[in-house]
T-cell receptor, first 116, second 111 residues
Framework: NAGVTQTPKFRVLKTGQSMTLLCAQD?????MYWYRQDPGMGLRLIHY???????AKGEVPDGYNVSRLKKQNFLLGLESAAPSQTSVYFC???????????????FGPGTRLTVL | AQRVTQPEKLLSVFKGAPVELKCNYS??????LFWYVQYSRQRLQLLLR??SRESIKGFTADLNKGETSFHLKKPFAQEEDSAMYYC?????????????FGKGTRLSVIA
């Protein structure tokens, strides 16, 4: 199993350009998440999905859109990139269990995005 | 509101010394607490969770509801423990509520 993969690994954009980050998981997980990691800020949740066809906003959703058309994929889009979106983006997924506990999140390797 | 505070950005200890990474949380209910670790050039991964009460790589963490803390401890630090450590909280008992992460503490173990 590849686990959680992210495409691309690196990207440089100019202000105003758009792009899509792809996250894929082969663990049949219901839940998927997008985080951004910034120095001194930790990980902050952008958007998440609790199943195919569903998405929800996280802590910092502005300037981003997401789609979950297939269970294994979770796309993060930047319609008009801004320098403030320069960050490392991490995708994660987790299983949906019937137990009253939160399951382990499995992370991808990250995408380093620079917006000039 | 859910909040996780890791007061130390950087913690440096000598090899063989005890290490304690502090984590305090704010949540009105019964939280689930986690420690995630990110080694250099590796992806973030779960280190331990309080409901398991496990010891992973010599690390332990006890949930103290009175002090709202979940400090990570290891009696003898090793060089390979150098990494970024994140404390995280899930505030809902059922389902997979997204985690709230602290800002992280970088542990540096000096030989």
């Amino acid at each position: 199993n590849a686990g959680v993969t992210q495409t691309p690994k690196f990207r440089v954009l100019k202000t105003g350009q758009s792009m899509t980050l792809l996250c894929a998981q082969d663990m049949n997980h219901e839940y998927m998440y997008w985080y951004r990691q910034d120095p001194g800020m930790g990980l902050r949740l952008i958007h998440y999905s609790v199943g195919e066809g569903t998405t929800a906003k996280g802590e910092v959703p502005d300037g981003y859109n997401v789609s979950r058309l297939k269970k294994q994929n979770f796309l993060l889009g930047l319609e008009s990139a801004a320098p403030s979106q320069t960050s490392v983006y991490f995708c994660a997924s987790s299983y949906s269990s019937d137990y009253a506990s939160t399951d382990t999140q499995y992370f991808g390797p990250g995408t380093r995005l620079t917006v000039l | 509101a859910q909040r996780v505070t890791q007061p130390e950005k950087l913690l440096s200890v000598f090899k063989g010394a005890p290490v304690e990474l502090k984590c305090n949380y704010s949540y009105s209910g019964s939280p689930e607490l986690f420690w995630y670790v990110q080694y250099s050039r590796q992806r973030l991964q779960l280190l331990l969770r309080h409901i398991s009460r496990e010891s992973i790589k010599g690390f332990t963490a006890d949930l103290n509801k009175g002090e709202t803390s979940f400090h990570l401890k290891k009696p003898f630090a090793q060089e390979e423990d150098s990494a970024m450590y994140y404390c995280a909280l899930s505030g809902q008992v059922t389902g997979n509520t997204p985690l709230v992460f602290g800002k992280g503490t970088r542990l540096s173990v000096i030989a």
